[in-house]
């Protein structure tokens, strides 16, 4: 494929019509061999340049794999880092293993579900806050959660980053202390930044 302009490539790779395309790049969600772009019209070569929105890579026409994994405690949830990471977890050999990324992440103390893909469009959508797809976490905390501060919680809550998404917290011992959360958005630390702000 010869150059292609960068609205057309995202547009063609599913990520909405032109204009929602236009509106992406102005957000500085997309960038081009690491380096973020806004013009719409940048020129690109989906053969050699390596094009993420919100640092995930875009391809067309390509094999596109899935694969589910249980992620144990003490992993890094990354392709590669000096700690051990989740792919080290994984046969070298697996179909699509050189392209694989996991949608979304688990803390290195957590354990639980994960996709492995090198569908970007997928992960897009499973990740923006947008779609509100569902994710679920069961935790424990330090002491009972209190009726006041289980409503604050869910009625969405002040971080660095802005205002949390509304987000349900059910009880799953009498103490309150077991929890399980479904939340719509994913962030960094989210789960533990959101009950850190109001002291648990």
């Given at each position: 494929?010869?150059?292609?302009?960068l609205?057309?490539?995202?547009?063609?790779?599913?990520?909405?019509?032109?204009?929602?395309?236009?509106?992406?790049?102005?957000?500085?969600?997309?960038?081009?061999?690491?380096?973020?772009?806004?013009?719409?019209?940048?020129?690109?070569?989906?053969?050699?340049?390596?094009?993420?929105?919100?640092d995930?890579?875009?391809?067309l026409?390509?094999?596109?794999?899935?694969?589910?994994?249980y992620?144990?405690?003490?992993?890094?949830?990354?392709?590669?880092?000096?700690?051990?990471?989740?792919?080290?977890?994984?046969?070298?050999?697996?179909?699509?293993?050189?392209?694989?990324?996991?949608?979304?992440?688990?803390?290195?103390?957590?354990?639980?579900?994960?996709?492995?893909?090198?569908?970007?469009?997928?992960?897009?959508?499973?990740?923006?806050?947008?779609?509100?797809?569902?994710?679920?976490?069961?935790?424990?905390i330090?002491?009972?959660?209190s009726?006041?501060?289980?409503?604050?919680?869910e009625?969405?809550?002040?971080?660095?980053?802005?205002?949390?998404?509304?987000?349900?917290?059910?009880?799953?011992n009498?103490?309150?202390?077991?929890l399980?959360?479904?939340?719509?958005?994913?962030?960094?630390?989210?789960?533990?930044?959101?009950?850190?702000?109001?002291?648990?």
């Amino acid at each position: 494929m010869s150059f292609i302009r960068l609205d057309k490539f995202l547009s063609l790779a599913g990520f909405g019509s032109r204009k929602e395309v236009i509106r992406l790049i102005r957000k500085k969600k997309v960038k081009v061999n690491s380096q973020t772009i806004r013009d719409s019209s940048f020129k690109i070569n989906p053969e050699k340049d390596l094009i993420t929105v919100e640092d995930i890579p875009v391809k067309l026409k390509t094999t596109l794999f899935y694969y589910k994994m249980y992620k144990p405690k003490g992993y890094i949830t990354s392709v590669r880092d000096i700690q051990p990471v989740i792919m080290e977890l994984i046969p070298s050999n697996l179909p699509g293993y050189k392209k694989l990324f996991p949608v979304g992440r688990l803390d290195k103390d957590a354990e639980g579900l994960l996709l492995l893909t090198n569908d970007g469009i997928l992960a897009h959508r499973l990740l923006h806050p947008k779609w509100k797809v569902p994710k679920i976490y069961e935790v424990e905390i330090s002491k009972t959660l209190s009726t006041s501060d289980k409503t604050l919680i869910e009625n969405g809550i002040e971080l660095s980053d802005g205002k949390t998404l509304p987000c349900k917290i059910e009880f799953l011992n009498d103490e309150k202390t077991k929890l399980k959360i479904t939340v719509y958005e994913g962030r960094h630390h989210l789960i533990k930044r959101m009950f850190g702000k109001i002291g648990y």
